[in-house]
């Protein structure tokens, strides 16, 4: 029963309607995934809810962070790339660096900060060495939602024929997939 709970489950994308709340519906999302399964759990809706109004601020806080973060690695990516003479490798490649430190301790601070209660710097430092320490869990996930990126970018028709499952209960999915990587690494 818990994994078709997921059908029903498009919520992650309406609290992502403003963008800067994107943070806190993945965190909600996260827990959610991580109760679907409990058999004590509550209306997954009043679940996802009540996770998002507790965790709302921490969660909105670091993703604000890690959009002013990924802003700068973009930035230098873009200067490295179209600005530089010649390309300039330095810059190239402190963005990649960058960039892959930070979308892997996004991987697991928003379920970090969803099952436990600490400070944003603990929830980053422990996020970081999750993303560390449990490397190939983190590369998974680099799989798990990277995937449906390279295929929007390199078979964009593929959008057209599957952009209804995006659009219903994608990111659902990825929230599910990711806890079922995550699941065993995080007591």
């Known amino acids: 029963m818990g994994a078709a709970k997921i059908f029903i489950f498009p919520l992650p994308y309406l609290g992502c309607i403003p963008v800067v709340t994107i ?3 993945v965190t909600a999302g996260m827990y959610c995934m991580s109760k679907m399964h409990d058999p004590e759990s509550m209306i997954i809706t009043v679940e996802y809810f009540h ?5 709302f601020k921490k969660a909105t806080l670091v993703w604000i962070l890690f959009l002013f973060i990924g802003f700068i690695g973009a930035g230098d990516l873009f200067y490295a790339v179209r600005v530089a003479d010649g390309g300039n490798l330095f810059f190239f490649l402190f963005a990649l660096i960058l960039l892959f430190v930070l979308i892997s301790v996004m991987f697991w601070v928003f ?7 600490n400070s944003i710097q603990e929830h980053l430092k422990n996020a970081l060495l999750l993303a560390v320490g449990r490397l190939p869990r983190t590369l998974l996930m680099w799989i798990v939602w990277g995937l449906p990126v390279a295929i929007v970018i390199f078979y964009p028709i593929w959008m057209v024929a599957f952009g209804w499952f995006f659009i219903t209960i994608g990111v659902a999915v990825l929230l599910w997939m990711s806890w079922l990587v995550q699941r065993g690494a995080v007591a």
């Open 23 to 25: 943070g806190a519906s």
């Open 51 to 55: 996770a998002f109004a507790v965790n």
């Open 111 to 117: 379920l970090l900060i969803g099952r436990y209660e």
